[in-house]
């Protein structure tokens, strides 16, 4: 089993600045990517950003590209997302997600971490 638990949610100030971090525990298994997802009241969840576990590359959607930043710490089993410059648009439910290396898709999934922004 594994299981995967976010913190670092909470509440800022539009232009202020947020840590996500997503913690996986359980029965060790290969990683393909690690990602971000967040979805708002009344839409979609959306993607926000990926690492590849393996040589680090990362993918931003255009809606926070040049804000977040995301990373990993292999040894620990953990990925983050910084936020900075948080928008008025950002306030989501987050969740982190990983894809194994044997799927095709994100199939892993954390329970989500609240974000909200005040102007």
């Known amino acids: 089993q594994v299981t995967l638990e976010e913190s670092g949610g909470g509440a800022a100030q539009a232009g202020g600045s947020l840590r996500l971090s997503c913690a996986a525990s359980?029965?060790?298994?290969?990683?393909?990517?690690m990602a971000w997802f967040r979805q708002a009241p009344m839409k979609e969840r959306e993607f926000v950003s990926s690492?590849?576990?393996?040589?680090?590359?990362?993918t931003y959607s255009d809606s926070v590209k040049d804000r977040f930043i995301i990373s990993r710490h292999r040894s620990k089993n953990e990925w983050y997302l910084q936020m900075n410059n948080l928008k008025p648009e950002d306030p989501a439910v987050y969740f982190c997600?990983?894809?194994?290396?044997?799927?095709?898709?994100?199939?892993?999934w954390g329970q989500g971490t609240q974000v909200t922004v005040s102007s």
């Open positions: 690492i590849r576990w393996s040589g680090g590359s990362t």
């Open positions: 359980g029965r060790p298994f290969a990683v393909y990517a």
């Open positions: 997600a990983v894809q194994r290396v044997e799927a095709s898709e994100y199939d892993r």
